[in-house]
């Protein structure tokens, strides 16, 4: 919001997967208009420290997640390295700030099993994430819109562990 540059997000394509901010770079996770129109979004972390955003549709909505979890990624267009020295990722909406005047507040993990189903928006504002990582950098490879069946659907965002791994 500040600044302009919520512009700047915004207009740009869906194959621009990062962003120069701050002398340092951020990965873009766009929605895909596609799949939902409210992009309601599911993080989850691997065994091995793969992040995966899903945004997902469709009536057996844990199972739709389940799919987008173990569909291979060998076709996945490959996006751009994310360098991380903090030893956290914060994950956002582009619509406002990761500080200032206008930043959401970040929000630790929540483990637990894969919702039901995508449930309605939030009345509240949203939060963010904030997420210990265990790798140093991620490399992104991006799934969009993927037909499961007539009724489902999803894109992903995989966040794939590329330096030494942090102490867990």
């Known amino acids: 919001m500040s ?4 512009e700047r997000i915004v207009d740009m394509p869906p194959e621009d ?6 002398g ?10 596609v799949v939902r ?6 993080v989850f972390e691997s065994a091995e420290g793969t992040l995966a955003i899903v945004q997902a549709s469709g009536p057996d909505y844990r199972g739709t997640l389940e799919s987008a979890l173990h ?3 060998t076709t996945d267009d490959v996006g751009d390295a994310l360098s991380i020295p903090s030893g956290d ?5 582009a619509a406002l700030d990761g500080t200032g005047e206008h930043a959401m507040p970040l929000s630790p993990p929540q483990p637990g099993p894969p919702p039901a189903e995508h ?21 992104l490879k991006v799934r969009w819109y993927t037909k ?3 009724q489902s659907c999803f894109a992903r965002w995989l966040l794939l562990p590329t330096h030494d791994r942090r102490p867990t």
Do not use: C
């Open 148 to 150: 499961i069946d007539d």
């Open 71 to 73: 569909h291979s990624s």
């Open 89 to 93: 990722i914060a994950i956002f909406s």
């Open 37 to 42: 129109d409210d992009s309601w979004m599911e």
């Open 119 to 139: 449930g309605p928006p939030s009345r509240e504002p949203d939060t963010g994430l904030l997420l210990p990582t265990r790798s140093n950098g991620y490399r």
């Open 17 to 22: 997967t990062s962003i120069a901010v701050a």
């Open 24 to 33: 340092s770079t951020a990965l873009l996770v766009g929605a895909d208009g």
């Open 3 to 6: 600044d302009g540059e919520y």
